[in-house]
């Protein structure tokens, strides 16, 4: 016979399990307009070096079925404002920075 505190602690194992599960899938199921956010972010912060962004944040979130415009606003040296255009999938399609960064990292090819 098991006591009733092993039947509990028994309950718990696959709760936990599953919650961790849960928690985890919910990253996996990017939609277009949430990569689209991710990647524009993850572009704008890796045209500067370690340390040197100071604050970032979304600015606007715009678009249609076909492409979705996010602008980021970033502070490092100086204010800067990072506009990017994606596909229906949330790729990057064309990205540029006002004021242009002429000495920085230049961006993925085939982009602005």
Known sequence: ????????????VPVLAGSALWTASPA???GPVERAVADCRAQALGQFG???V????VGEIAGNS???????HLTADRRYTFQCA?????????ASFNPARPD??????GQR
């Open 54 to 57: 100071r604050s970032h944040r």
């Open 28 to 30: 996996a199921a990017l």
């Open 1 to 12: 016979m098991t006591s009733p505190l092993k039947s509990v602690a028994l309950l718990f």
């Open 86 to 94: 994606t596909d229906a999938q949330g790729r990057i399609v064309t």
């Open 104 to 109: 920085g990292p230049r961006l993925a090819a």
């Open 66 to 72: 076909r492409s979705t415009r996010v602008t980021v």
């Open 50 to 52: 370690p340390g040197e």
